[in-house]
Nanobody, 115 residues
Framework: QVQLVESGGGLVQAGGSLRLSCAAS????????MGWYRQAPGKQRELVAA???????NYADSVKGRFTISRDNAKNTVLLQMNSLKPEDTAVYYC?????????WGQGTQVTVSS
């Protein structure tokens, strides 16, 4: 059974930085894509950033230039470096991994940015 374990959330002041980490276990195959989504109170879950096994990354317009996603295929881990954080980045952040026939989600980690 595949599990995604996230870490790195927390409370930070506006302008600060956080790094989220997610490790996938239970599969011998590296995910086709890994990414991060977020969900703020009263809002729908939205894509923040995603990266393919080949290293192609895409970002939500709201985080371009501030967030960087990276992954280690050998370790099945994905990182999200978040800089210049804004209060509107406050949300629960979820790790996501996609294989050919399945998708897995992490349990979520809270990121709170104070103004």
């Amino acid at each position: 059974q595949v599990q995604l374990v996230e870490s790195g959330g927390g409370l930070v002041q506006a302008g600060g930085s956080l790094r989220l980490s997610c490790a996938a276990s239970g599969s011998i195959f590296s995910p086709n894509a890994m990414g991060w989504y977020r969900q703020a109170p009263g809002k729908q879950r939205e894509l923040v950033a995603a990266i393919t096994r080949g290293g192609f990354a895409n970002y939500a317009d709201s985080v371009k230039g501030r967030f960087t996603i990276s992954r280690d295929n050998a370790k099945n881990t994905v990182l999200l470096q978040m800089n210049s954080l804004k209060p509107e980045d406050t949300a629960v952040y979820y790790c996501n991994a996609v294989w050919r026939n399945s998708t897995s989600w992490g349990q979520g980690t809270q990121v709170t940015v104070s103004s």
